[in-house]
């Protein structure tokens, strides 16, 4: 099974700051099957980023995905209030899913 | 527009079994591949199985294999999933996810989620 490890753990910043944050996979993710989610307290993931790099239908342009093989990035441009939350990415690889332990982002 | 409703919360005693719905609207069952994730404060999103499309079949993770079931009902567009012998470490909040199956080419991640269902196993 594919360990997705997150970093950092917990990520402060202020609003309008960019954030960079990391998904390292244990071993290559097939067809770049490497999505992000973002949770709020009390709700569902809410799917961002599919295919290392597309946007879901409805997601601003300030999230944007890249990488490939084993290294992931999820950034945020310039960062909202309604920002401030979990981040989680998730890989499909030979009929096994895995999600990394996210990463918390909280206001500085 | 679609969406994922989950039965409500549920509590159950050491080794009893539970059995959590989810219904489709906004479209039929099956433009949907479901899948099911449990989320635990000490363990993150944990994927637990769903329906593979590409074999045809149900998968699980090999954690669960043998103590759960995930069945659909397309008369109802309603997806179950059973877990068996529960204890304490099975509780959790239970999603229902799902990705479309209807596309082109698959993205192999979760566009709609239900709102989750709490699990409380406890003697």
């Known amino acids: 099974e594919i360990v997705l490890t997150q970093s950092p753990g917990t990520l402060s910043l202020s609003p309008w700051e960019r954030a960079t944050l990391s998904c390292r996979a244990s071993?290559?993710?097939?067809?770049?099957?490497l999505a992000w989610y973002q949770q709020k307290l009390g709700q569902a993931p809410r799917l961002l980023i599919y295919g290392a790099s597309t946007r879901a239908t409805g997601i601003p342009d300030r999230f944007s995905g890249s990488g490939s093989g084993t290294d992931f990035t999820l950034t945020i441009s310039r960062l909202d209030p309604e920002d401030f939350a979990v981040y989680f990415c998730q890989q499909y690889g030979s009929s096994t899913i895995t999600f990394g332990q996210g990463t918390r982002l909280e206001i500085k | 527009q679609v969406q994922l409703v989950q039965s409500g919360a549920a509590v159950r005693r050491p080794g009893a079994s539970v059995k959590v719905s989810c219904k489709v609207s906004g479209k039929t069952l099956t433009a949907f591949s479901i899948h099911w994730v449990r989320q635990t404060p000490g363990k993150g999103l944990e994927w637990m199985g769903g329906y593979e499309p590409e074999d045809g079949d149900s998968v699980y993770a090999q954690k669960f294999q043998g103590r759960v079931a995930m069945t659909e009902d397309t008369s109802t567009d309603t997806a179950y999933m059973e877990l068996n012998s529960l204890t304490s470490e099975d509780t959790a909040i239970y999603f229902c996810a799902a990705e479309s199956v209807v596309r082109v080419t698959l993205i192999r991640a979760f566009e709609y989620w239900g709102q989750g269902a709490l699990v409380t196993v406890s003697s």
């Open positions: 071993q290559g993710v097939s067809n770049n099957y």
